[in-house]
């Protein structure tokens, strides 16, 4: 009969099987890591009115408790527990999929958040090409560490609320897509392709000044 408080507000029961489910989904795939003993070192203390972000984080705090030399892995559980956490955040729908990038744009210029002008620098059928190549399965290469660092000091976000308005793959496209911006129309696509994948799989460390400041 427990009652669970959800981001938007809505009341409803406790659902063990959803979280018994996300926890499973973070250790796929991964060895020497186990999706009971993340749910056991939580410890979680379930009462009416705990809210669904209270429980995500108790959970990414008791992966990130368990990593060590022998059980390595559990950086990278931690890290898919943060990443789903903010993808409802910033997707604001159940499973947590991903917009098209022309919408997230368009969605974010509206809110003041991204410069409008992007749209004049690029047409839509470019926005709608580069669309393609963007990758979020890529998100799944960050360590615990990493992410935790780019969530909290890089994503365009509200200081004071802590909404957060993209994810990672959605900050490096946007900074391939703001770099390139003035290159020739010929070739500049090419460039905006190798350098967002050059970053999103980590081959090159973009440094501060770009990562909060260039879009």
Sequence with gaps: GIKVKKRSGVIESLDLDKMHK????????????????????????????????????????SASDLIDLEHPNYQFVAARLLLFSLRKRVFENKKGDAPNLKDHITKCAYKGLYDKQIFEKYSSEEIEKVAAWVDHDRDMLFTYA??????????????????????????????????????????????????????SKHKINIPTPIMAGVR
């Design 22 to 61: 996300m926890v499973d989904e973070a250790t796929r795939g991964l060895s020497g890591v186990s999706a009971s003993q993340v749910e056991m070192q939580s410890g979680i203390q379930f009462y009416d009115g705990v809210t669904t972000d209270e429980i995500q984080e108790i959970l990414i705090r």
């Design 146 to 199: 990493g992410l935790r660092q780019v969530v909290d000091k890089y994503l365009v976000q509200d200081r004071s609320t802590g909404q957060v308005y993209e994810t990672p793959q959605f900050m490096y496209i946007m900074i391939a897509l703001t770099i390139f911006q003035e290159y020739p129309k010929e070739t500049r696509l090419s460039y905006v392709k190798r350098y967002y994948d050059a970053i």
